[in-house]
C-alpha cells in the first residue's frame, strides 16, 4: 500500500497552506502548460487520480464534463473535495493507486497532478488507466521530473566559481527516495524520464507530448523565484492518447 | 552551414583514437542497447545520418541490408568509410545534415549515432528523415543526453559533503553550448529530451523507445569508469516508427 502522508496532521497543515491549495490551479505555476494539453473535456467522462481537493475536478465540470470521479488515498482530502465541489456528478471515492481497479472503458479522458511519483507500481497502473479508458481517450498528468527526484541531496549548492547548481547524481539509479518535505520520511520512487514513457508505449498508450515545465518571461516577472526551474526542472507533463 | 570539426586536423586525430573509431561498434559502450532497438534489416534499404567511417553501415550490410546511403559532413571520414566499406551496396555522400535533401519515401530504415546534437534545425532534418522513409519504416538513433549537455560547466565536481556530482544548471536554456572536446570551440545545439521527442511526434513519428543509457554491472565490472554513467547520463537513444 502507498505511504499516506497527507492524512498525517504536520502533512496536511503544511500542504493546506500551499499556494496551490489556497488558490487551486491558479496556484500552480506550472498549470497554463497543462491546460493548453487537455482536450475540450464537453461531455466527457473524466478520472482524475489523487485529485485531493478536487480543484481540477471541479474545473472539469465547469469545462463542460458530464461527469467526474476523482480518486485519492486521503479521507481529510476527499472531505475537502466532498465540501468544495457538491454537485451530483462530482464523485469522490478513497482508493490506493497502487491496487486502484477501474471499470473496463468507463472514462473520455484521464488526468492525475504529482501523484504517480509516490506510486511503486507505475506499469500496473498504467495498465489499469489504459484500460479504463475507451479508445481515442487522452490521458495528461504532471509528476515531479526526475531531475529533481534523482539527487542523494537533492538542493541546490554553489559551486567554487559562484555558480548555483543542482548537484545530479544517481539519476539512472531507480527506485525509493526518501525526503523531508512537509513531513519527515516522505518517500517517493524515481523512475528515468525514458522509464515512466516506456511503462507508458508498453500500456498501449501513444505519447503526445513532453513538457520539462519551466517558465517564461512574463511567469519570471511576476514571480522572479520561478527562475531556478530554468536551471533543473522540477516537474514533467505528459500527454499520451489511448 | 553546420560546423565541420572533424576535418580539422587536430580534431580528427584525436576522433581517430578513440575506441568506437579504432573498435568500431564493439567500442561504443551503448551499442548493445541500440542492437536491441533495430528491427531485422534483412532487405531493407538503410540511411545513415552522419555516418563517420560508416561502422553501422556496414555492419548493416553484413546483417542483410539490401543498400546503404551513408552522409556525412567530413571528406576524411567519408574518403575512411569508402576504403573499409568497399562494396557497391554502400554509397557514401557528402551532406551537411542542415540542409540535407532526401528522394521521397526511398529508405526502410533511418539511423544516426551522435550527430543531431550538432544540428542547429532539428525540426527541417526530422521532416526530412520523415518524408525519406516508407510509411512502416523504423528510425533509430543517439543523441548526447541534454543532462550532459546543458551545464554551463559540464564537468564532475566534488561537493562539501564528498559526493561526486554533476553540476546542472541552464536545462531548459536551449541553444548553443561550445565545449573543448577534441578541438577548441566545438558547437553543439541543446535542447530538452521533451524537445527533441515533441520534434519527432510534430513530424509525424511515434515515439517507439527511450533509452537514457547506463551500465550494467556486467559493464561497470569490465570497464569500471562507466559507473559514472549512472550519475548522469551522457546519452539517449530513441526509436520512432513512421
Known amino acids: 500500500m502507498a505511504q499516506n502522508i497527507y492524512d498525517r496532521a504536520e502533512f496536511f497543515e503544511g500542504y493546506s497552506q500551499l499556494p496551490r491549495s489556497v488558490h487551486g490551479l491558479a496556484g500552480a505555476p506550472e498549470w497554463p502548460a497543462i491546460r493548453a494539453l487537455l482536450p475540450d473535456l464537453a461531455g466527457r467522462q473524466v478520472v482524475d487520480l489523487g485529485c485531493g481537493y478536487g480543484w481540477f475536478s471541479r474545473w472539469a465540470l465547469e469545462h463542460g464534463a458530464a461527469s467526474v470521479v476523482g480518486f485519492d488515498l486521503s479521507e481529510k482530502m476527499l472531505a475537502r473535495a466532498r465540501e468544495m465541489t ?12 497502487e491496487t486502484l481497479e477501474l471499470p473496463a472503458a468507463s472514462f473520455d479522458f484521464a488526468y492525475s497532478s504529482l501523484a504517480f511519483h509516490y506510486i511503486a507500481d507505475f506499469g500496473r497502473l498504467a495498465r489499469t488507466i489504459h484500460a479504463g479508458l475507451r479508445p481515442g481517450s487522452q490521458f495528461v498528468f504532471t509528476i515531479e521530473h526526475p531531475i529533481y527526484m534523482a539527487p542523494s541531496q537533492p538542493g541546490w549548492q554553489t559551486d567554487a566559481a559562484g555558480t548555483r547548481i543542482w548537484p545530479l547524481d544517481q539519476y539512472a539509479v531507480e527506485g525509493e527516495r526518501r525526503t523531508d518535505w512537509l513531513a519527515k520520511g516522505v518517500v517517493k520512487y524515481h523512475r528515468t524520464l525514458g ?3 516506456n511503462i507508458l508505449i508498453e500500456a498501449g498508450f501513444r505519447i503526445a507530448r513532453v513538457v520539462e515545465w519551466s517558465p517564461s518571461d512574463e511567469e519570471v516577472a511576476l514571480q522572479p523565484a520561478l ?8 516537474m514533467v507533463i505528459i500527454a499520451a492518447g489511448r
Chains 1, 2 share one sequence.
Do not use: K, N, Q, W
Open 227 to 234: 527562475a531556478e526551474e530554468r536551471d533543473r526542472p522540477m
Open 86 to 97: 457538491a454537485r451530483p456528478e462530482a464523485d469522490y471515492r478513497i482508493a490506493d493507486l
Open 195 to 197: 522509464t515512466t514513457l
